[in-house]
């Protein structure tokens, strides 16, 4: 069942990303509502006149204007990267075990005392 999930989120949201990036950059249109430019996107016929109510266009506001901050994310991410980079490319100082001959590999038990 997991695998079925996995399976179809790894083409729907590449899909829905590509629909929205199409529909907010292909759809972009403008209308005057007293003396004000309102800019926004969405299917619609190119031919035809269209309007909208003031509910529509509060919608719309709210949907185009949903804003993520990044002043959380940024650092958070910075974090993360660097504490990667240091476990990935520093070397522990402390070796986990210690060999008797370095470079050397021994298949042999060592001598019963």
């Not at 292909?26 to 003396?35: A, C, E, K, Q, Y």
């Not at 926004?40 to 204007?65: A, D, M, R, Y």
């Amino acid at each position: 069942m997991k695998q079925l999930y996995l399976h179809i989120m790894k083409w729907f949201l590449p899909v829905l990303f590509i629909s929205y990036m199409a529909g907010i950059t292909l759809f972009n249109h403008s209308h005057v509502v007293n003396g004000v430019t309102i800019v926004h996107s969405h299917p619609f016929k190119k031919g035809s006149e269209h309007s909208h109510t003031t509910v529509e266009f509060q919608l719309i506001h709210l949907l185009n204007h949903v804003l993520v901050t990044d002043s959380g994310l940024i650092p958070t991410f910075a974090v993360a990267a660097l504490s990667l980079l240091c476990i990935l490319f520093i070397r522990p100082q402390v070796e986990p075990y210690h060999r008797s001959c370095p470079g050397v590999i021994s298949l042999r038990a060592p001598p019963v005392a």
